[in-house]
């Protein structure tokens, strides 16, 4: 045999287990992988467990790593976290972009055929401690402390799975994830919690990464009157807002914003309701129907109350046009002979809209189940932490990201920035998220330059054939930001609109359309 040759096929031979080896290096973890789940179809590939914080004695971080179902994506890492704070990612997992879903109002679960492990390895995270099925002996009192916990556990993780860390990753979340996800990007590239990561990008779902007035307050009289016909706001009602507004000094900020590219730093007036997020946020978190708070008066049904509830409430502050809104369409929903079961979360919801909540507290505090991801014995499980979030958001102050973190992130670091929005998303409406969009400066630039008008479209990405396309919504992207508004969807675009979000994290994300 020509001695070329032979060194030629000794050479391919000696690579082959090295090449497996590299895609199945995480079979070694035995005793992570879930072999199959109670009143469950198959399964991807996956682990789950629990890992300690490094350092954090008593700290236990839970996760469940499914494997790509594709060799063709084996190179992408997505890394999803829920908001909350202190909401479990298996929400998210369930509900829409993992690999099963409840069947209807029942536990029993079924495939999704729009399950992003189509397109990655997907890692959820039940995080800060105590979330979900994470374990604290003390709660975690400060934005920092989340990130630098979160931080060392990835560390963790990696060395755990070490094919992990040279994977494209992606740290995509949704709602109060948007402090979390550039917090803890920020961490893995600076300072003292960083370590060598090929992170390619980050995508923020109806987030809460803006100036927090911005994102509330100053957007909320205009989104209303864009959904005039849905709401069935009275028009005396709507000009009650738009007067406050006009007072208040919100209609010139929007202004400001409207214009491609903007002229100058758009100033954000005071701080209206006094960033009151704390009331808001616990009362959303324990049901969508919402709960009036007494602690406050709540009864605006009248165009003199909305106005005196904006202008001179005692308990909001001074131009509370978010808390007067909410108030008012909650007050409206309870008190309608035909209750409406009015959702801030999502407009399109309604009494019949079936609550997944209860069905993951169900399922998960099986024993069975627990045993299956490893976790025996955890007890009742809670999809949403109330006491995180009561913490957390009474707590320090957290500067938003969209000041300094992800202007250095995309422009520093190149990481490409995805934000996304749904239409009938209320709680975080897509006009604040433009307006704080259009007051970010990255890559020398301020905003966008062009408004967003490009369309994109339903484009059925299941493994079945292709359906025919229609709009989906519209989208941007500038210098490394992209911007997408989903019509129709509410606050957790994945559950609502899977099809679509399929097609986005498919092109634009790992696919990196937009960049």
């Known amino acids: 045999m020509n001695i070329v040759l032979f060194y030629y096929l000794f050479q391919v031979l000696w690579s082959i287990p090295t090449l497996v080896l590299s895609h199945t290096a995480t079979y070694s973890n035995s005793s992570f992988q879930v072999s199959n789940l109670p009143d469950s179809p198959a399964l991807p590939t996956s682990w789950a467990g629990r890992l300690p914080v490094p350092g954090r004695q008593g700290n236990e971080i839970f996760f469940w790593l499914f494997d790509a179902e594709k060799t063709v994506y084996d190179d992408n ?35 999704n055929p729009y399950s992003w492990t189509k397109l990655g390895h997907v890692l959820y995270v039940d995080q800060p401690v105590s979330t979900g099925f994470s374990l604290a002996s003390s709660l975690v009192r400060t934005n920092e402390q989340v990130t630098a916990d979160l931080a060392l556990w990835l560390r963790a993780l990696f060395k755990q799975f070490p094919h992990l860390q040279s994977k494209k990753v992606h740290l995509m979340g949704e709602s109060y994830a948007g402090i979390f996800v550039p917090y803890l990007a920020s961490a893995l590239m600076e300072g003292d919690h960083s370590f060598p990561l090929n992170l390619r990008s980050m995508s923020l779902g109806d987030g809460s990464w803006g100036n927090a007035a911005a994102m509330s307050s100053v957007a909320i009289g205009t989104y209303m009157h864009s959904q ?44 209206p309701e006094y960033v009151n997020y704390r009331r808001r946020l616990r009362r959303h978190r324990d049901t969508n129907l919402g709960i009036l708070d007494g602690s406050c008066d709540a009864n605006v049904s009248t165009p003199h109350e909305v106005l005196n509830s904006i202008l001179n409430s005692s308990c909001y502050g001074p131009c509370a046009t978010f808390s007067t809104a909410e108030n008012y369409m909650y007050a409206r929903s309870a008190e ?16 019949k809209t079936i609550n997944p ?32 979030l009561s913490t957390l958001t009474g707590s320090e102050f957290v500067e938003p990201p969209e000041y300094a973190i992800l202007p250095s992130l995309v422009t520093a670091h190149n990481v490409s920035l995805h934000i996304y929005n749904g239409e009938m998303d209320m709680l975080i409406n897509h006009i604040g998220a433009e307006l704080s969009i259009q007051n970010m400066t990255w890559r ?58 399929f097609a986005f994290v498919r092109d634009v994300v790992v696919g990196e359309k937009a960049n």
């Open 77 to 111: 890492l997505i890394i999803w976290l829920n908001g909350g704070p202190g909401c479990s990612s298996l929400i998210g997992l369930t509900t829409g972009n993992g690999p099963i879903a409840f069947a209807g109002n029942s536990t029993r679960l079924v495939s």
């Open 228 to 271: 005039e016909s849905r709401l069935d706001v009275p028009k005396k009602i709507l000009g009650a807002f738009a007067l406050a507004d006009e007072f208040c000094g919100f209609d010139s900020v929007l202004e400001a914003a409207r214009k491609y590219p903007p002229v100058g730093k758009i100033q954000i007036p005071g701080n």
């Open 336 to 351: 309608a002979s035909d209750p409406t079961c009015f959702s801030m979360y999502d407009l399109t919801h309604n009494c």
């Open 357 to 388: 909540m209860p069905l993951l507290e169900k399922y998960f505090s099986r024993k069975d189940v627990q045993v299956a991801l490893h976790i025996p014995d955890s007890g009742t499980y809670t999809a949403c932490n109330n006491t995180i």
């Open 444 to 501: 020398g630039l301020q905003g966008f330059q062009k408004r967003p008008t490009r369309r994109f479209y339903t484009n059925d990405a299941a493994p079945t054939a292709r359906t025919k396309q229609k709009v989906a919504g519209t989208w941007a992207s500038e210098r490394g930001v992209s911007y997408h508004l989903f019509e129709g969807a509410g606050h957790s675009v994945f559950a609502t609109k899977q099809k679509e979000m």
